[in-house]
């Protein structure tokens, strides 16, 4: 048994003033993650800081259109919640993608932006893992690496970040807003995850003494032509092999504004502005498709287990893009029941 403390913060402010106070406390939300690596001896925090009675829980609308959405809201609660049905289905969609409904409804908003990869050695501390214990060797980079990134490497990891939910939020161009010590602050979606380089043991660029008080949503929601989809190896209770985030303005046949993102392939959702640009003004057809997921993929890179990823990717992008301009609608199979 390894003993840890548990206190349960007041208010934001309070939370902070834990983290900051303790190096080695995490805030524990859901649970759905930390409690997993706990067990595996993968984290060993000696604090928790419960987080799950900060009211954090709202999704409001913003003065400039958009939404703010708490980092308490329960994933099934944000999938089903009208206005992100309404406005952005493609946020829906993918995070109706992942894991399970009971997951889902236990699973937090900013929990799922900090959930850790997959990579079967970072879970396995018998294992070195540069993340896990930096300096200790990568054991993917010659091991088992069907599941690992093919885009945005290093030579100290090629781990993937897990979430469905990113994806899509990186595609609609998210806000995260945080608090800390010093004050509030916001950043960019596509800032926030990082390239593992050579310090793969940070996911994030959040500060170890901040917490994730909301995303932002633009008011560009893409409602009517977007797509997401997910590749896996069972269609449940998986996570991506790869993913596309796929959203378009139309004009006629024609494409006004594009966005494109990926999962399942590298450290973070992967967009690339030249893809996208790539797009701009051309009609919606396989050829502009194509072309895009050219320059999306460039510069991937695969390993002895995953080099089928990039031609799945190549084909997956093409398809969610057709998907997305057809305005093809997303299944939902599991709608509705909790
Ligand atoms: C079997 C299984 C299958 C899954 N499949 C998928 C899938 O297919 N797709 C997918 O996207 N996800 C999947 N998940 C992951 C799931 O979505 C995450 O575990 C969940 O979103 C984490 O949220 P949580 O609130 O439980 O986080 P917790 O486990 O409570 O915390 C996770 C991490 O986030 C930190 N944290 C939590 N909230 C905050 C905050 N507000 N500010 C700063 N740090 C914070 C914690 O300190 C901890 O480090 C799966 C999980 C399981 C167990
Ligand atoms: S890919 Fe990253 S997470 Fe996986 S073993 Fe290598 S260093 Fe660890």
């Known amino acids: 048994m390894i003993n840890f403390d548990y206190v349960r913060a007041r208010d934001v402010a309070d939370a902070v003033r834990e983290i900051s106070v303790e190096p080695a406390a995490k805030f524990i939300a859901g649970g759905t993650n930390l409690i997993d690596l706990m ?19 709202n999704v409001e609308e913003t003065a400039n259109g958009g939404l703010r959405i708490g980092a308490l809201v329960p994933n099934s609660d944000l999938a089903y919640h009208t206005l992100i049905e ?29 959930q ?9 501390v018998a294992t070195p893992c540069n993340k896990r214990d930096p300096g200790s060797g990568c054991s993917a980079i ?13 030579e100290a990891c090629i781990a993937t ?34 390239l593992p380089g050579d310090t793969p043991q940070m996911d994030t660029n959040l500060n170890a003494n901040e917490i994730i008080t909301a995303i932002e949503l633009p008011a560009q929601g893409f409602a009517t032509n977007y797509s997401y989809l997910k590749i896996r190896d069972r269609l449940s209770f998986a996570f991506a092999l790869v993913s596309v985030a796929a959203a378009l303005e139309l ?47 460039r510069g991937a890179k695969g390993f002895a287990h995953n080099t089928f990823k990039i031609d799945l990717a190549r084909r997956a992008i093409v398809r969610t893009l057709a998907q997305a301009a057809n305005g093809t609608p997303q299944i939902q199979s599991s709608k509705k029941i909790r």
């Not at 010659?142 to 290093?154: D, K, P, Y």
């Open 39 to 57: 067990k595996y001896d993968v984290e060993r925090p000696m604090r928790l800081i419960d987080i799950t009675r900060l009211p954090l829980n």
């Open 86 to 114: 309404q406005r952005y289905p493609l946020l829906s969609s993918a995070i109706l993608a992942g894991a399970s409904q009971q997951l889902r409804n236990m699973a937090s908003t900013g929990g799922n932006l900090m």
């Open 116 to 124: 850790r990869t997959r990579c079967f050695y970072f879970c396995d």
């Open 142 to 154: 010659n091991g088992i690496n069907r599941i690992n990134a093919i885009l945005g490497t290093s």
């Open 161 to 194: 970040h897990p979430s469905d939910m990113c994806v899509a939020l990186a595609a609609l161009e998210a806000k995260v807003h945080v608090a800390g010590p010093v004050g509030e602050r916001a950043i960019a979606f596509s800032d926030f995850h990082r």
């Open 251 to 297: 004009d006629g046949g024609r494409i006004k504004d594009a966005r494109l993102a990926l999962g399942g392939v590298a450290h973070k959702p992967w967009r690339d502005p030249e893809a996208e640009a790539a797009l701009g003004s051309q009609p919606a057809d396989s050829n502009a498709f194509a072309k895009a997921a050219e320059v999306l993929l």
